[in-house]
């Protein structure tokens, strides 16, 4: 028996809430996964999210007739499925022994990765169904329930961030399930104003749903950690008795934690042969990795093991420098500056809340280096901060760029920083004083290629943003474990070469690089690699080539990624070259696969795999139907359309979250403005476009060409808007960025409705089938445009997608098409 349920406005409610916890769900898994796994795993979100909602669509095509003959409770138990299979599935996810540095070469590694996906594709195939059966079922009050969708998504995002401040990271998915909940009760009550509807079933399920939310609440989720991160060894070291956390915060911007170990030495790059002994120390860790230590001393004295690292070599070519410390987090900097007499600091921390632990819970354990007349802490992305100081600085320690070369196999190459740019050190050297220095220290892999490549970022800064000769600009020195590069604001004066020589060597340092070295009189006491028979290293070699009239045949044949990264492509630590595959198999054998940066090739495996899983949800079931649109006309413009207009939406959408991403600070908070933006706004323009007396293709036509002069006009005033609010809080540059991207979401919002509008009218029976295909061009559009991202740059997958667009609009012609009409 078919019971029919009529529309009420608390059925708009129920949808809105499920919206909300769609996209508070997206993001709170973003930032679990960032501290779990690692960056890339948050592009793995929001295509899994895609599958999820495309595979819903292709679902309710097949099932739909025989779902809305018992419409509620099967909505309510949607509901049910959505609330229980996000504990269910994240738990589940996160107890995965998923190695993803072993992916390429175990059969094993690939199959849980496949069901990694799958279980973070179930929630979201749960909360489409939701959405697409109310939106299917109440066909005349779609406005409403699209408007109460798609505002509800705008709301998730900014309820996401707030919930960010108040939940421990690994907990964020399991207090989403209230949200879903109200959305349960919500639209229990809409059924419940009928008659037709039986209470007892529906009191079941709601009692259920209650009961999944509290053990949701009150149960203690998996916080497994990728074993390569430091995170895993401290939480090793805890259960063996050897470390203690005493400390965690939480956040959008990060999870900080605080180890006590005694086993724990962080003094990077300090000479084996220094006199002083390092403090004992506490670990500071951000997202699970460490980001610097914390010196448990009482005077600067006890800092003294700072005097014997590579840092320290700067402060000797300069006379109490005003210093600008950008990122800077445990303060051993800070004791350093002091040492060396610094006149003036200036410290720039990205998270609020490490400053915050620093005045408060480690003020007694060291916090009080920063309690100082000279030291002046801002906080701010160092980039932000870069871009709005006039003040000068005689030295600009780029302490965020310092490191040990890493051992998670390159799997940070997604990871966006503006402040290791070509643009970010000129504009680092542009607020230096006449005899001003930058310095950056770094850990020296084999083959070398994180100092290679800042210092062609450093020549890069030089060649491309002013008339002088890199050449005369640079000091590059090094020990076994770290290579230092300067760069000058004037050129380098023979004084100041000798000076640098001489305290090359108290440090003993070997000599890299300075304006008119010789290689024959280089005298490594530090020994590296080096090119065959040379008495020089590969770093002495690259610096050459890099320096030289024609270095592109040397960053084409170098076995890594190393040229300078721009803002347009900021992935400093991407190294990773399809060409060197050959090279290392040839040279490494069995183990080429820990040579490899991985960043890159697991985002390539996550595509093909979401493209395989879209194919096998999304495409194959609607096979079954394959007679049926095979008799359809309109086949080939729709294919088209549909595919150009997800992929564009993906790119534009995905390519705006990386563009803000610097003027925000941060990308969580950058994705949760560009959905909130695009969400809301295009949602009103495809509201809006119904009442425009035009035809579908009029209205293909005017909104592409629309979404093409809005970008243009973006991109044309960003630099100047963004400039006027770049000093401005997070807040403001929060709306700001929602304002900005309003026109071109609502004319993006035109292009969905408009192409279903032509088939209702021209080929109906494709409907199911285009809906299909636009949700496997989504989930396959997400990674895709990373990928690209990072081998042409930003502004050609904006272009890409802009010619998506084009090439939508050039469908409409189609349409009238004889041959089109008759077959294809």
Same mark, same amino acid.
């Given at each position: 028996?078919t019971?029919y349920?009529?529309?009420?406005?608390?059925s708009?409610v129920s949808?809105?809430f499920?919206?909300?916890?769609?996209?508070a769900?997206?993001?709170?898994?973003?930032r679990a996964?960032?501290v779990s796994?690692?960056?890339?795993?948050s592009?793995?979100?929001?295509?899994?999210a895609?599958?999820?909602?495309?595979?819903?669509?292709?679902?309710?095509?097949l099932?739909?007739?025989?779902?809305?003959r018992?419409?509620?409770?099967?909505?309510?138990?949607l509901?049910?499925?959505f609330?229980?299979s996000?504990?269910?599935?994240y738990?589940?996810?996160q107890?995965?022994?998923?190695?993803?540095?072993?992916?390429?070469?175990?059969?094993?590694q690939?199959?849980l990765?496949?069901?990694?996906?799958?279980l973070?594709?179930?929630?979201?195939?749960?909360?489409?169904?939701?959405i697409?059966f109310?939106?299917s079922?109440?066909k005349?009050?779609?406005p409403?329930?699209?408007g109460?969708?798609?505002?509800?998504s705008?709301?998730?995002?900014?309820?996401?961030?707030?919930?960010?401040?108040l939940?421990?990271?690994?907990?964020?998915?399991?207090?989403?399930?209230?949200?879903i909940?109200?959305?349960?009760?919500?639209?229990y009550?809409?059924g419940?104003?009928?008659?037709?509807?039986?209470?007892k079933?529906?009191?079941?399920?709601?009692?259920?749903?209650?009961?999944?939310?509290?053990?949701?609440?009150?149960?203690?989720?998996?916080?497994t950690?990728?074993?390569?991160?430091?995170?895993?060894?401290?939480?090793?070291?805890?259960a063996?008795?050897?470390?203690?956390?005493?400390?965690?915060?939480?956040?959008p911007?990060g999870?900080?934690?605080?180890?006590?170990?005694p086993?724990f030495?962080?003094?990077?790059?300090?000479?084996?042969?220094?006199?002083?002994?390092?403090p004992?120390?506490?670990?500071?860790?951000?997202?699970?990795?460490?980001i610097?230590?914390?010196?448990?001393?009482?005077?600067?004295?006890?800092?003294?093991?700072?005097d014997?690292?590579?840092?320290?070599?700067?402060y000797?070519?300069?006379?109490?420098?005003?210093?600008?410390?950008?990122?800077?987090?445990g303060?051993?900097?800070?004791?350093l500056?002091?040492?060396?007499?610094?006149?003036?600091?200036?410290?720039?921390?990205?998270?609020?809340?490490?400053?915050?632990?620093?005045?408060n819970?480690?003020y007694?354990a060291?916090?009080?280096v920063?309690?100082?007349?000279?030291?002046?802490v801002?906080?701010?992305?160092?980039?932000l901060?870069?871009?709005?100081?006039?003040?000068?600085?005689?030295?600009?320690h780029?302490?965020?760029?310092?490191?040990m070369?890493?051992g998670?196999?390159?799997?940070?190459?997604?990871?966006?920083?503006y402040?290791?740019?070509?643009?970010?050190?000129a504009?680092?050297?542009?607020?230096l004083?006449?005899?001003g220095?930058?310095?950056?220290?770094?850990?020296?892999?084999?083959?070398p290629?994180?100092n290679?490549?800042i210092?062609a970022?450093?020549?890069?800064?030089?060649?491309?943003?002013?008339?002088?000769?890199?050449?005369?600009?640079l *000091? =590059?020195?090094?020990n076994? &474990? +770290? %290579?230092?590069? /300067? $760069?000058?604001?004037?050129?380098?004066?023979q004084? #100041?070469?000798?000076?640098?020589?001489?305290?090359?060597?108290s440090l003993?340092?070997?000599?890299?690089?300075?304006?008119?070295i010789?290689?024959?009189?280089?005298r490594q006491?530090?020994?590296i690699e080096g090119?065959?028979?040379?008495?020089?290293?590969?770093?002495h070699?690259a610096i050459?080539?890099?320096?030289?009239?024609n270095?592109e045949p040397f960053?084409?044949?170098?076995?890594?990624?190393?040229?300078?990264?721009?803002d347009?492509?900021?992935?400093f630590?991407?190294?990773f070259?399809?060409?060197?595959?050959?090279l290392?198999?040839?040279?490494?054998?069995?183990?080429?696969?820990?040579r490899?940066?991985?960043?890159?090739?697991?985002? *390539? =495996?996550t595509l093909?795999? &979401? +493209? %395989?899983i879209? /194919? $096998?949800?999304?495409?194959?079931?609607?096979?079954? #139907?394959?007679p049926?649109?095979l008799?359809a006309r309109y086949?080939l413009?729709?294919?088209?359309?549909?595919f150009?207009?997800?992929?564009?939406f993906m790119?534009l959408e995905?390519?705006?979250?990386?563009?803000?991403?610097?003027f925000?600070?941060?990308?969580?908070?950058?994705?949760?403005?560009?959905?909130?933006?695009?969400?809301?706004?295009?949602?009103?323009?495809?509201?809006?476009q119904?009442?425009i007396?035009?035809?579908?293709?009029?209205?293909?036509r005017?909104?592409?060409?629309a979404?093409?002069?809005?970008?243009?006009l973006?991109?044309?005033s960003?630099?100047?808007?963004?400039?006027?609010?770049i000093?401005?809080?997070?807040?403001?540059r929060?709306?700001?960025?929602? &304002?900005?991207?309003?026109?071109?979401?609502?004319?993006?919002?035109?292009?969905?409705?408009?192409?279903?509008e032509?088939?209702?009218?021209?080929?109906?029976t494709?409907?199911?089938?285009?809906?299909g295909?636009?949700?496997?061009?989504?989930?396959i559009?997400?990674?895709?445009?990373i990928?690209l991202s990072?081998?042409?740059?930003?502004?050609?997958?904006?272009?890409?997608?802009?010619g998506?667009?084009i090439?939508?609009?050039?469908?409409?012609?189609?349409?009238?098409?004889r041959?089109?009409?008759?077959?294809?």
């Amino acid at each position: 028996m078919t019971t029919y349920v009529i529309y009420n406005r608390w059925s708009a409610v129920s949808i809105f809430f499920v919206s909300v916890a769609v996209i508070a769900l997206q993001l709170m898994l973003m930032r679990a996964l960032s501290v779990s796994h690692y960056y890339h795993f948050s592009y793995l979100v929001i295509s899994t999210a895609l599958l999820g909602f495309g595979a819903s669509g292709t679902f309710l095509a097949l099932f739909f007739d025989l779902m809305k003959r018992n419409f509620f409770y099967v909505n309510l138990l949607l509901h049910l499925f959505f609330l229980a299979s996000v504990p269910v599935s994240y738990s589940i996810a996160q107890s995965l022994p998923l190695d993803t540095q072993y992916v390429l070469y175990s059969g094993e590694q690939i199959s849980l990765l496949i069901l990694y996906n799958l279980l973070m594709f179930v929630p979201f195939f749960f909360a489409g169904t939701i959405i697409g059966f109310m939106l299917s079922y109440f066909k005349e009050e779609v406005p409403g329930l699209y408007g109460a969708n798609l505002i509800g998504s705008g709301v998730g995002g900014i309820i996401a961030l707030g919930i960010m401040y108040l939940v421990p990271v690994f907990k964020l998915p399991f207090v989403i399930t209230p949200i879903i909940l109200i959305a349960m009760l919500f639209f229990y009550y809409s059924g419940m104003r009928q008659r037709a509807v039986q209470t007892k079933p529906g009191i079941l399920i709601i009692i259920l749903g209650i009961g999944v939310t509290i053990f949701s609440l009150t149960s203690v989720p998996p916080d497994t950690v990728d074993p390569y991160k430091s995170l895993a060894h401290f939480q090793q070291l805890e259960a063996q008795g050897d470390a203690e956390r005493i400390i965690t915060r939480f956040g959008p911007r990060g999870q900080i934690d605080v180890y006590s170990s005694p086993a724990f030495h962080h003094t990077l790059f300090a000479s084996p042969l220094a006199t002083s002994l390092p403090p004992r120390q506490l670990a500071l860790l951000a997202d699970g990795e460490i980001i610097g230590s914390v010196f448990t001393i009482d005077h600067s004295a006890e800092a003294a093991i700072m005097d014997d690292t590579p840092q320290s070599l700067p402060y000797r070519l300069l006379n109490n420098p005003r210093v600008l410390l950008l990122g800077e987090t445990g303060g051993v900097n800070v004791w350093l500056a002091k040492r060396m007499g610094a006149s003036e600091i200036t410290v720039v921390q990205t998270n609020p809340q490490l400053a915050d632990l620093f005045r408060n819970e480690l003020y007694d354990a060291g916090g009080y280096v920063y309690e100082d007349s000279r030291v002046e802490v801002v906080t701010e992305n160092p980039r932000l901060y870069l871009e709005r100081t006039e003040k000068e600085y005689d030295l600009i320690h780029i302490v965020a760029g310092e490191t040990m070369a890493t051992g998670t196999g390159g799997l940070q190459g997604l990871n966006e920083d503006y402040l290791l740019t070509t643009e970010a050190v000129a504009r680092a050297r542009e607020i230096l004083s006449e005899s001003g220095i930058i310095s950056i220290t770094r850990g020296i892999q084999s083959p070398p290629r994180d100092n290679i490549k800042i210092a062609a970022m450093f020549a890069a800064a030089v060649s491309r943003f002013s008339t002088d000769d890199p050449a005369m600009h640079l *000091l =590059i020195s090094r020990n076994y &474990l +770290a %290579a230092n590069t /300067l $760069l000058t604001r004037s050129p380098v004066s023979q004084a #100041r070469i000798e000076t640098f020589r001489e305290a090359a060597e108290s440090l003993l340092l070997d000599l890299e690089y300075y304006p008119g070295i010789r290689t024959e009189d280089i005298r490594q006491a530090n020994l590296i690699e080096g090119p065959q028979g040379a008495n020089y290293s590969y770093i002495h070699h690259a610096i050459r080539q890099i320096l030289s009239e024609n270095a592109e045949p040397f960053f084409r044949d170098w076995a890594y990624h190393v040229q300078a990264p721009t803002d347009n492509m900021p992935y400093f630590q991407d190294f990773f070259k399809w060409s060197s595959l050959e090279l290392f198999l040839d040279t490494y054998g069995s183990g080429w696969f820990q040579r490899l940066e991985l960043g890159y090739v697991i985002l *390539l =495996i996550t595509l093909v795999q &979401l +493209a %395989a899983i879209a /194919l $096998l949800f999304i495409i194959a079931p609607l096979l079954i #139907r394959l007679p049926t649109y095979l008799k359809a006309r309109y086949k080939l413009p729709s294919l088209i359309y549909f595919f150009s207009i997800g992929t564009g939406f993906m790119f534009l959408e995905i390519m705006f979250i990386q563009i803000f991403t610097k003027f925000l600070g941060d990308p969580i908070v950058s994705v949760s403005a560009i959905f909130t933006s695009i969400l809301v706004f295009s949602g009103i323009g495809s509201m809006l476009q119904k009442k425009i007396g035009l035809l579908p293709i009029h209205k293909m036509r005017i909104g592409v060409a629309a979404i093409l002069l809005c970008t243009a006009l973006l991109l044309l005033s960003s630099d100047f808007v963004l400039s006027q609010f770049i000093s401005s809080g997070t807040g403001t540059r929060y709306v700001v960025t929602v &304002l900005m991207l309003m026109p071109v979401s609502f004319f993006m919002g035109w292009m969905f409705p408009s192409g279903m509008e032509q088939l209702e009218e021209k080929s109906e029976t494709l409907i199911p089938w285009v809906w299909g295909v636009n949700g496997f061009a989504s989930v396959i559009a997400a990674p895709m445009a990373i990928l690209l991202s990072m081998s042409t740059g930003f502004h050609y997958v904006l272009l890409i997608g802009l010619g998506c667009y084009i090439l939508a609009a050039l469908t409409s012609w189609m349409w009238g098409s004889r041959s089109v009409q008759s077959g294809w």
